[in-house]
């Protein structure tokens, strides 16, 4: 075919919700900022697919956040993968050069998702969709076309720009950090940000840590648009079970501790054993769990800064701790 031709989009999209993507959108060229397609190093002809994958809520609450106990990025590119194959030609004869999946990327997924009726941003600075709230991921893929405008037929969320969180506030007073205020995020005070972030925990937030080694669903529980009952999609690919408990990341070395989550969300490359370590620590402070100390005591002198700072901070808590408990 060629280059620029306008195509139908309904195969591609209808195979992408068929394959547990609750809605999906398409930008192109004119809805995304100039030079966008060159950036990404594809054609500017090219057209943007973003599509809103709810997850399971299990309702457990644990070390590990519900979202990264599956490889639920990994899984969607499978999926997007197999959409293409079976939306047929041309989609399916694209190959691995010519097409481009994205999940959890440098790309503005989140402003792309709004943009495309998906969602509208709550003040947990996340894409809320009306459907199944905050409970979902964002993916896609850039394909060499330009998708003929499908026109509303229900598959893709139009928004009603009255639609938000009112004046609801309740994530913005949940949150331990105080990290969330009027529609926006600051990171330094946000404990997903810190679960996966290089370097000492500030105090304050050490304080209020609770146990939690990644990830933080505090302000998503508590936001009414989660409340409703939708069944999302429950995968198996990268299942963390049973989780490690707070032992195994103070007693394992960084290999194995790695080792253990290959193929998981944990896996990633940017979450490194260290941030692993370093949060066990903390929580094992929080949990007073003093037959931990132990374990603590050695990293006292680690060479990762985050580590001895949690470590010197966790043994230090323990110590008041004690001598309040025994006047």
């Known amino acids: 075919m060629e280059e620029g031709q306008r195509l139908n989009c309904k195969p591609i999209i209808g195979s ?3 394959l547990g993507f609750h809605e999906t959108a398409f930008l192109s060229s004119d809805n995304l900022p100039e030079k966008f397609f060159q950036n990404s190093e ?5 057209t943007l697919i973003i599509g809103f994958f709810p997850f399971e809520n299990t309702g457990k609450t644990g070390l590990i956040a519900p979202f990264a106990l599956k490889n639920h990025y990994k899984d969607m590119v499978r999926r997007m993968k197999q959409a293409l194959k079976e939306a047929g030609d041309p989609f399916s004869e694209l190959n691995k050069r010519q097409v481009r999946f994205f999940s959890n990327s440098r790309f503005p997924e989140k402003e792309m998702a709004i943009t495309g009726g998906l969602g509208f941003r709550g003040r947990n600075t996340l894409v809320i969709n009306t459907e199944f709230g905050s ?5 896609g893929m850039i394909l060499p076309y330009r ?3 499908q026109k509303q037929d229900g598959q893709i969320n139009k928004i009603n720009s009255e639609i938000s969180c009112g004046t609801c506030r309740l994530c913005e007073e949940a949150c331990p950090g105080a990290a969330l205020k009027d529609y926006r995020l600051d990171r330094s005070k946000c404990l997903q940000h810190w679960t996966s972030e290089d370097g000492a925990v500030p105090d304050s937030l050490k304080e209020v840590w609770g146990e939690r080694i990644y990830g933080c669903m505090i302000c998503q529980d508590c936001c009414p648009w989660n409340k409703k009952d939708r069944k999302g999609n429950s995968i198996d690919l990268g299942m963390i079970t049973p989780e490690p408990p707070l032992k195994f990341y103070l007693t394992k070395c960084k290999e194995d501790i790695k080792s253990e989550f290959k193929g998981t969300a944990l896996g990633m490359s940017w979450i490194k054993a260290e941030h692993l370590i370093r949060n066990a620590i903390i ?3 929080c949990s007073e769990n003093k ?3 132990e374990y603590i005591s050695k990293f006292q002198d680690a060479d ?7 470590a010197r901070w966790a043994l230090k808590k323990s110590d008041h701790t004690g001598s309040q408990a025994g006047q």
């Open 135 to 139: 409970r979902g991921l964002l993916g």
């Open 304 to 310: 990762d800064d985050g580590i001895k700072d949690a």
């Open 16 to 18: 992408l919700n068929a």
């Open 283 to 285: 929580s094992s402070a």
């Open 42 to 46: 594809m054609p500017e002809y090219s």
């Open 147 to 149: 998708l003929e405008e």
């Open 291 to 293: 037959n931990l100390n």
